[in-house]
């Protein structure tokens, strides 16, 4: 049994659009939790600052495979639903890039210089307009670089959910080396490793865009 380069190029596209769907979806998904997370670690607000915490620390602490395997394996007996191999995927990448992504909103909200915080508490600024009109503003360019690095670590990581049959790139080469003759093999990884190359470039520029964008709006240049 073999297959012919057509057959190849036609999965690996097939899987690539896989791959792609999931790392926009989880990478929007987590910096949505990485804005909340990082923001409810500094909230006055106990109970924010304490489930924020310890979100961060469980999925930091844990291994994203296992992570995966809990959403779509363990969960379904625990409570009684099936998650579906795309939900339970974008879900984990999600959850997992989202508490790194809080550790760099913490961060970067904590680098703002404090007396400015105080002209803010002296001009009765209540704490979300101090968020909105001082911290964001400034904090928003230096999350962008860290920001960056995650979106493309989340594009390796999203090679783990053809371990909960997802059909991504991954899956799709892993299935054309099975079915394929030795003498194919390292044309398939080599194309594999192409478009993973390709799309991590493509998700570069972007991020990079991005993070001009912010750049032109504040009115900053940051030093390269």
């Not at 989880?26 to 909340?36: D, E, N, Q, R």
């Not at 999203?158 to 194919?184: G, K, P, Y």
């Amino acid at each position: 049994m073999g297959v012919t380069f057509d057959q190849i190029i036609d999965a690996l596209l097939q899987g690539a659009y896989v791959t792609i769907w999931i790392t926009l979806a989880s990478t929007v998904g987590g910096a949505i939790l990485a804005f909340a997370s990082g923001i409810g670690s500094l909230s006055h607000f106990a109970p924010a600052r304490w489930l924020s915490k310890t979100y961060v620390q469980i999925f930091r602490g844990t291994s994203l495979l296992v992570q995966l395997f809990w959403l779509y394996y363990a969960l379904p007996v625990l409570i009684g639903i099936h998650i579906s191999p795309v939900a339970a995927g974008i879900l984990g990448l999600s959850l997992n890039i989202g508490a790194y992504g809080a550790e760099v909103v913490r961060g970067a909200l904590q680098s703002v210089d404090e007396g400015q915080l105080e002209a803010a508490r002296a001009l009765n600024f209540t704490p979300g307009q101090t968020l909105r009109r001082i911290l964001l503003p400034q904090s928003i360019i230096e999350m962008m670089p860290p920001f960056g690095n995650l979106a493309i670590q989340n594009l390796k990581d999203s090679s783990l959910v053809s371990l909960i049959s997802l059909s991504d790139l991954a899956f799709q080469a892993d299935d054309l080396r099975n079915r394929a003759f030795e003498s194919d093999t390292i044309t398939i990884l080599g194309l594999t490793l192409l478009f993973y190359f390709v799309m991590a470039l493509v998700l570069m520029g972007a991020m990079r865009l991005l993070e001009r964008y912010f750049e032109k709006v504040s009115g900053r240049e940051v030093a390269r």
